[in-house]
């Protein structure tokens, strides 16, 4: 069992920057590919970025590539989520996960990840 606490959200105007954390309970959290997801209002959650168990190997959606990136801290069983250059449409909920062992979805899929955090709010102001 692994348990997900999200932090750094807020409201910040566009072009800013947040840095999200998502701290993990238990000894295994290097086993786990970990990924961030988003939902905003009347919209199904989505995909944002993916870091493998080492954190040698990232994937980002499209629209915040170049602008967010994710890394991972083995040792203090910690991922993060750096988002820079911050619009509107960034706006939603942010929620962290852990993908179980052999899953067989890619990690762009929700369906492949089995304990998420509670989410944290990003509100980006134009």
């Known amino acids: 069992q692994v348990q997900l606490v999200e932090s750094g959200g807020g409201l910040v105007q566009a072009g800013g920057s947040l840095r999200l954390s998502c701290a993990a309970s238990g000894r295994t959290f290097s086993t786990y590919v970990m990924g961030w997801f988003r939902q905003a209002p009347g919209k199904e959650r989505e995909f944002v970025a993916t870091?493998?168990?080492?954190?040698?190997?990232?994937f980002y959606a499209d629209s915040v590539k170049g602008r967010f990136a994710i890394s991972r801290d083995n040792a203090k069983s910690t991922v993060y989520l750096q988002m820079n250059s911050l619009k509107p449409e960034d706006t939603a909920v942010y929620y962290c996960?852990?993908?179980?062992?052999?899953?067989?979805?890619?990690?762009?899929?929700?369906?492949?990840?089995?304990?998420w955090g509670q989410g944290t709010q990003v509100t980006v102001s134009s």
């Open positions: 870091t493998s168990r080492s954190g040698g190997s990232t």
């Open positions: 996960a852990a993908s179980g062992p052999g899953s067989t979805y890619t990690y762009t899929d929700a369906r492949g990840y089995i304990y």
